[in-house]
């Protein structure tokens, strides 16, 4: 059994940035790749990207792409989300979730945090 927990969400002006953590449990977790989604008020979760085990490959949603960034720190079982140039279209709850696969679909990943609030202010 995999365990993460979020941080790092909080409210930030249009324009500004924010760095989630996703801390995982032991060594179970460096050997899942991550992925990151996040769902708004009313709205399905919407994938947002994905790290591999080992960090070497990313792959992001169109709606973030060059402004979102992933990253990880095995040695400390965590995954990070650096956001830049947050827009109010980002304002969602923000989960991490780790899976084996290399996909956008929820339905794929076993293992998700509790969620993170961003909420972006205009």
């Known amino acids: 059994q995999v365990q993460m927990v979020e941080s790092g969400g909080g409210l930030v002006q249009a324009g500004g940035s924010l760095r989630l953590s996703c801390a995982g449990s032991?060594?179970?977790?460096?050997?899942?790749?991550v992925g990151w989604f996040r769902q708004a008020p009313g709205k399905e979760r919407d994938f947002v990207g994905i790290?591999?085990?080992?960090?070497?490959?990313?792959f992001y949603a169109d709606s973030v792409k060059g402004r979102f960034t992933i990253s990880r720190d095995n040695a400390k079982n965590t995954v990070y989300l650096q956001m830049n140039s947050l827009k109010p279209g980002d304002t969602a709850v923000y989960y991490c979730?780790?899976?084996?696969?290399?996909?956008?679909?929820?339905?794929?990943?076993?293992?998700w945090g509790q969620g993170t609030q961003v909420t972006v202010s205009s």
């Open positions: 979730a780790a899976g084996t696969g290399w996909t956008p679909r929820e339905h794929d990943y076993a293992y």
């Open positions: 032991g060594r179970t977790f460096t050997a899942y790749n």
């Open positions: 790290i591999s085990w080992n960090g070497g490959t990313t």
